[in-house]
Each structure stands twice: as structure tokens, then as C-alpha cells.
């Protein structure tokens, strides 16, 4: 399953597709198909712990998807394709085309092991030096 929408042939991801791969790496391991290779493979490509700890977050949640919705389908096959987004297709460079979204049912990477906006910056500098809107008095 793992294999066949993601491929394994690729040198170097962003921390994007890492997180997305993590997470069906988890579904895949929990419907009895794991990858313990590809598992530690991403694991090395974080450079830090939380990085590690992020990317272990995603496996355990894509374990924990097909725990609380396995019954919900007749085959695996149907499980993975509702966990996972079977859109996503590798390129001709080993990298897939991965889009993150929100899920807002059972769909795609859960939205507490995606990229914090946080990190994203703000185009204004001086945004983190002035007191916070909810504090100021009207």
C-alpha cells in the first residue's frame, strides 16, 4: 500500500512530506503491511528531537485512525484509502506531490501534527514586541 503511492526511492523531503509520509507509514503498520526501513529512514531525516518527536506523533496517529475506524470498512484497502489521501502520486524525482489540509473528518494528516503557523513568521517584525490585541483595553 505504503510503497505503492509513496514510493521509497527518494534522497531528500520537507519536513511536510515527512510528517505525511510518518502518518501513513502508521496506517500502513496498523493493517499489517509495516516498513520498519522507510520508518527509520524518515526518522533520520529530522534533525532534532522534536523533530523526531513530531514525525513519531504522525506514525502513532496513524495507527490510532485505524484503530478507532477499522470497523467502519468491509476491506484494508478501504480503510487505507479513507486515511489516506490515495491522490498523492510520486513524481519522476522520487518526491510525492503532497498538499497538507485540514481534515475535517477522517481525511489526511490530523491538523495537531501539521506545521504550526507560528513558524510560518508574520510579515510584520515587530509583531512579537507589542502587547498582545486580547490584553489591550478598548
Avoid at 51 to 80: C, M, P
Amino acid at each position: 500500500m505504503y510503497e505503492r503511492v509513496f514510493g521509497t526511492d527518494w534522497r531528500t523531503i520537507t519536513d511536510e512530506e515527512a510528517v505525511r509520509r510518518m502518518y501513513a507509514l502508521g496506517v500502513s503498520t496498523a493493517l499489517g503491511h509495516p516498513h520498519r526501513g522507510e520508518f527509520e529512514r524518515l526518522r533520520r531525516q529530522a534533525s532534532t528531537a522534536y523533530g523526531r518527536s513530531v514525525l513519531q506523533l504522525a506514525f502513532e496517529e496513524g495507527k490510532q485512525r485505524v484503530a478507532r475506524n477499522e470497523s467502519e470498512y468491509e476491506t484494508k484497502q478501504d480503510v487505507w484509502e479513507a486515511l489516506v489521501d490515495e491522490e498523492t502520486t510520486p513524481s519522476t524525482t522520487g518526491r510525492a506531490d503532497v498538499t497538507m489540509r485540514k481534515p475535517t473528518d477522517k481525511q489526511g494528516v490530523p491538523e495537531a501534527v501539521g506545521r504550526a503557523g507560528v513558524l510560518d513568521g508574520t510579515s510584520d517584525d515587530f509583531a512579537g514586541l507589542r502587547l498582545p490585541e486580547f490584553l489591550r483595553r478598548e
